[in-house]
């Protein structure tokens, strides 16, 4: 199917998900994950409406994000190093993968640097899985506060990647949870499988690749 149907099926799917639990569809954010899928379907895209971006490596979203668009807003998701903090801080408007005072220092100083700062949420891996990023669900409330006092950090919101062979309404349940509990506003969570069941459990915004853009392919081990 061509992407411009597909973002309107998708779209369709977002309003219906949200209209099931008694919410506004305009407070659900559809982002297009376009990790790994070509320039011309991010074109594609964008000519259908389409205007916020996910994307998990910095590298990768620099050679590809180089022409700024009119009303574009760009995600990082994936996990960030940081001696990329830079360059993250740079190209992003949201950086949600901020799981580590390290990278929230580093990130502290070059938003100082930079005079630019990009919205920011805290990764939490809510499943507790070894080779995932994000904070430990029982040090969340801890580095939240850390990244607010310690590092001058605003934190907006919480993202979280569900381990893939658990149901993933209890971790979107617990994420709400950490937030509200913070009193952050915003929940990323959702991907193509299970947008619809984190539209059920309060995300803001939902974070969709393949249900948009195809299956994607990758030519070599994914080293993330
Ligand atoms: C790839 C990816 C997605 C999108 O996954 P799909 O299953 O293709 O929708 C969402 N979030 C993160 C962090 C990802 O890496």
């Known amino acids: 199917m061509p992407i411009a149907e597909n973002i309107a099926a998708v779209r369709e799917r977002v309003a219906a998900a949200a209209r099931r639990a008694n919410r506004n569809p305009d407070d659900i954010t559809l982002m297009g994950v376009s990790k790994t899928f070509s320039v011309d379907a991010i074109r594609q895209a ?39 903090a830079r360059d993250a801080v740079a190209l992003f408007d949201v950086i949600e993968t901020v799981d580590r005072p390290r990278l929230a220092r580093a990130l502290a100083d070059e938003i100082q640097q930079a005079g630019r700062a990009p919205r920011l949420y ?70 193509s499988a299970d947008f619809e069941t984190a539209i059920r459990f309060g995300a803001t915004s939902v974070r969709v690749g393949s249900a948009l853009f195809g299956g994607r392919h990758y030519a070599q081990p994914s080293a993330a």
């Open 122 to 191: 805290i990764q939490v891996n809510t499943g507790e899985e070894p080779q995932k990023a994000g904070v430990a669900p029982g040090d969340a409330d801890a580095f939240i506060a850390a990244a607010t006092r310690e590092f001058g950090l605003e934190i907006e919101g919480l993202m979280c990647v569900p381990p893939a062979e658990e149901p993933a309404a209890m971790h979107f349940a617990l994420l709400a949870k950490i937030a509200q509990r913070n009193g952050l506003a915003r929940l990323s969570m959702g991907m």
């Open 46 to 84: 964008y000519a259908a409406g389409l205007r916020v971006f996910g994307e998990n490596r910095v590298q990768e979203a620099q050679s590809r994000w180089t022409d700024r668009r009119e009303g574009l807003r760009l995600h990082l998701i994936g996990p960030l190093q940081t001696n990329k």
